[in-house]
């Protein structure tokens, strides 16, 4: 589950089955469509957690602030995908393939404010740096919002990578949780 790519999921979980004589790939479907264990959702929720944090609330204002419009362009790229996911995984879907994970994400009315936020982002970062920053800061504040009404994590400030620390310490499988958080 946790190795698997979500965009790999997504394929084999979206659409018609056509034809399958044996039942094999049904089940197999089946099983995948029924969800993934909790304790692989919290490691991929705190992995998209980490990456937020790192990619949007931290780097980019940073690379802006150096005059590095290329990595900035690059962090925020990086955020809006893994928040598209993050709602996708929030919504308990698969992201699809990166194109597609924002289309999605946008199809999720509990997430419908936040995605349309996303989508301005790209026009922000170039006309207004400083506005762009402060919208990362309100889609980061919607997720914290929700880790606390959810139970997830207690309120601990405005930054994202404490809550993917604490939701990583609700994992019960001892390796899982030991496994290193991923921003890639």
């Not at 197999?28 to 980490?50: F, Q």
């Not at 204002?61 to 955020?79: N, P």
């Not at 404010?113 to 980061?140: H, K, M």
Request: with cysteine; hydrophobic share 40%.
């Amino acid at each position: 589950w946790y190795f698997t790519p979500s965009a790999a999921i997504a394929e084999a979980t979206n659409g018609e089955v056509f034809t399958d004589p044996l039942g094999s790939f049904t089940n197999i479907r089946n099983t995948l469509l029924d969800g993934m264990p909790e304790d692989v959702r919290l490691k991929r929720l705190a992995s998209h957690l980490l990456a937020l944090a790192q990619f949007g609330q931290y780097n980019f204002g940073r690379c802006v602030d150096h005059g590095e419009k290329t990595a900035a362009m690059i962090s925020l790229a990086r955020f809006c995908e893994r928040y598209a996911a993050l709602v996708c995984l929030l919504s308990g879907k698969h992201a699809p393939y990166y194109k597609w994970t924002a289309r999605m994400a946008r199809e999720q009315r509990d997430w419908a404010l936040e995605a349309s936020l996303l989508d301005e982002l790209p026009t922000l970062a170039v006309n207004d740096s400083r506005g762009c920053y402060e919208c990362i800061e309100q889609l980061c504040g919607a997720v914290i919002d929700y880790l606390t009404e959810k139970g997830l994590a207690p309120r601990m400030g405005d930054y994202l990578e404490p809550y993917a620390y604490a939701v990583n310490d609700r994992i019960k499988t001892e390796q899982i949780r030991n496994m290193p958080l991923s921003t890639d």
